[in-house]
């Protein structure tokens, strides 16, 4: 679909999006990267490494990855999350002056609702050994 991913990170799939307040632009991430295109145009606008393009997510779980994400009903503002963490942050489209709001807090301290789903071990999903699984679906 996109083919300037052919050669990068990005060329065999993301861990997370979330999309910009600037029209037809979004966040892709995977691994220590993220890539912002314009999805409407199929351009890429930029790959850079997360502490090069979010100052804010230096020295924080984040700045090696994001597992999950999506953007908050609030301009500018998107929840990260990774591992039992998540952080809300505000991604100022365009420059470099994202900051977190409010810090990098546990899941499950703050939204009790996810509770009863949370941690989910799904096939093919969540990080644990699949190689174990196939060999017990084989038996």
Do not use: C
């Not at 979004?26 to 145009?41: D, R």
């Not at 890429?44 to 924080?60: K, P, V």
């Amino acid at each position: 679909m996109f083919p300037f991913f052919k050669g990068t990170v990005f060329e065999n799939g993301i861990d997370a999006a979330f999309r910009s307040t600037v029209r037809n632009e979004a966040y892709l991430f995977k691994g220590n990267q993220y890539a912002l295109i314009n999805y409407n145009s199929k351009t890429q606008i930029a790959i850079r490494y997360l502490n090069q393009g979010f100052y804010s997510l230096i020295g924080t779980i984040f700045e090696s990855g994001i597992e999950a994400a999506f953007a908050s009903h609030r301009t500018n503002e998107a929840y990260i999350f990774k591992g039992d963490q998540y952080a809300l942050i505000n991604f100022a489209p365009g420059s470099t002056n994202d900051y977190i709001i409010g810090g990098v807090k546990k899941i499950l301290d703050h939204w009790p609702s996810l509770r009863p789903i949370l941690p989910r071990n799904n096939r093919g999903l969540d990080n644990h050994d699949h190689h174990v699984q196939a060999q017990v679906d084989q038996d």
